[in-house]
């Protein structure tokens, strides 16, 4: 059977030889390429496909002869809806908002996550914003990871949106982060530039050991050195996905709480910290309609503040 919609009913799949190897997920997209694959993943994550009766991972290697049944699940909504979810506004005008955005807020839908986003919450704060992006991603311009808090522009209208999107595309817009890394990160100031790539073993990760990649660059400057610990403030040229992360990580000083990109998972006789040490200190752009600097900060959250407040300077 080779047709798979949505609303569909449960399907079975035997598999052959010419599957063996592959990871489930890839093989049910060869065999759905209209669907995507990250809706496959989230089929099988939410237990929508069964490997010989068994719930299995995306990465689980297919053999001839599994049989693989698969009940097709409905898609996400195609406009993002409001929901009443509190807001911090750094700054705010006619064109744009600065939003406080917390760690382990999503800014939009994907990937399986639809309600609980900053979108969400925008909707319901605001009666216009830019829709540029698309129904799913109204009034934004760029993004932070999931779990890295601080400072991100919303557009409130398409010319506002437009201009800003040019300023982050011609690289006008400074921004600054704050960091804590592993290690005695020497000397005081410097510039990391290397291209960064989507890691072919790990597709969750992103690489700066490459040749090829996009073309990055991150400065840092040592605010204050911790015994095991350096405190940076850290200027990126270019926005790359974990480009900071990615970055530091490649220079053999991981962020404090990265596990992905092989920070150890606790530091003695100090408490775990349940997300990477990464904010969105502030951020410079122009006023979209008077060109004017407009300069956002956004301090540093009262978790990440606390465990820095822990270690014992040097």
């Known amino acids: 059977m080779t047709q798979c919609g949505y609303g569909s009913p449960r399907l079975r799949i035997e598999l052959n030889q010419q599957d063996a190897g592959k990871r489930l997920d890839h093989a049910l997209h060869e065999r759905f390429p209209h ?10 994550k939410n237990g929508r496909v069964l490997v010989n009766s068994l719930p299995q991972r995306a990465s689980y290697t297919v053999r001839p002869g599994d049989t693989i049944d698969v009940d097709p699940a409905d898609p996400a909504p195609l406009h993002a809806t409001p929901e009443q979810i509190p807001l911090t506004i750094l700054y705010e005008d006619t064109d744009v908002v ?3 955005k917390p760690a382990g807020m999503v800014v939009h839908s994907g990937a399986g996550v639809n309600s609980g ?3 969400n919450a925008l909707l319901h704060r605001f009666s216009s914003l830019s829709r540029a992006a698309g129904d799913l991603r109204p009034g934004i311009v760029h993004r932070l990871d999931r779990y890295t808090s601080g400072v991100l522009l919303v557009a409130k209208n398409d010319a506002a949106h437009q201009r800003l999107a040019e300023q982050f595309a011609s690289r006008q817009v400074e921004k600054t982060y704050l960091s804590l890394v592993h290690g005695s990160v020497k000397p005081d100031l410097g510039r990391i530039e290397k291209p960064i790539a989507r890691d072919p073993k790990q597709r969750t990760r992103m690489t700066a050991r490459l040749a090829h990649g996009r073309a990055a660059w991150s400065e840092y400057r040592v605010l204050q050195r911790f015994t095991g ?25 991981p962020i404090v709480g990265d596990r992905l990109y092989g920070a150890p998972s606790k530091i003695a006789g100090q408490p775990t910290l349940p997300r990477y040490f990464l904010h969105a200190h502030s951020i410079r752009f122009q006023q979209p309609s008077t060109g004017s600097a407009v300069i956002v900060e956004s301090p540093l959250p009262p978790d990440l503040k606390a465990w820095l407040n822990q270690l014992a300077p040097i």
């Open 35 to 44: 669907i995507s694959r990250a809706r496959v993943q989230a089929w099988i």
């Open 98 to 100: 600065a939003i406080d």
């Open 117 to 119: 986003t900053l979108v």
């Open 229 to 253: 610990c350096t405190f940076l403030e850290v200027r990126i040229g270019t926005g790359r996905t974990h480009q900071i992360r990615v970055h530091l990580a490649s220079i053999g000083h």
